[in-house]
């Protein structure tokens, strides 16, 4: 009888050792598994972080580039006010007539101006149509023409040169 027991126990030990083995198997099976996601899950990140990276990137230079041009605008647009205020002087100083308080509003609407307005392609200014709201360079100067037109016939000045406006 021993021997059967033996025999008997031997096979539970083998079945136990199989039944171990498994599990090691399916411990090792589900550990590498779980290094395949990790990995994956590592690869995904890098990929994730290198296009937001981009992104940023791209946004730091969009807005860079756009910063550089509305600066560049500005310092245009402030050079275009100054030169036009710098007309509406030489008017008064051929004129005289911005010394009154309506000649005072005419100067203070070249202040106000936050656009540059409608210039035709030979360079001409444009009315803008109101003197509400923004007033506009462009409606400004095109004041000036007009009423330098009406003033230099008064004035009796007269130029005959072609370069003449």
Not at 34 to 39: M, N, S
Not at 85 to 92: G, K, Q, T
């Amino acid at each position: 009888m021993q021997f059967g027991t033996v025999q008997n126990d031997a096979l539970l030990i083998k079945h136990a050792i199989q039944k171990l083995h498994a599990a090691k198997s399916r411990y090792y099976a589900l550990t590498a598994e779980g290094y395949r996601v990790q990995e994956e899950r590592e690869v995904y990140r890098k990929r994730a972080a290198a296009v937001i990276q981009g992104y940023r990137t791209r946004d730091a230079a969009f807005r860079n580039f756009r910063n550089e041009k509305l600066e560049r605008h500005q310092t245009l647009f402030d050079l275009a006010a100054r030169n036009t205020w710098l007309a509406a002087r030489a008017h008064d100083y051929d004129t005289g007539l911005l010394g009154t308080a309506t000649g005072r509003e005419f100067l203070e609407r070249i202040i106000r101006s936050r656009t540059l307005g409608v210039v035709r392609n030979n360079g001409q200014p444009q009315f803008a149509g109101s003197n509400n709201g923004d007033p506009r360079l462009s409606s400004v100067l095109a004041e000036l023409k007009a009423d330098w037109e009406v003033v230099r016939s008064r004035l009796g000045w007269k130029c005959q040169l072609a370069e003449c406006p």
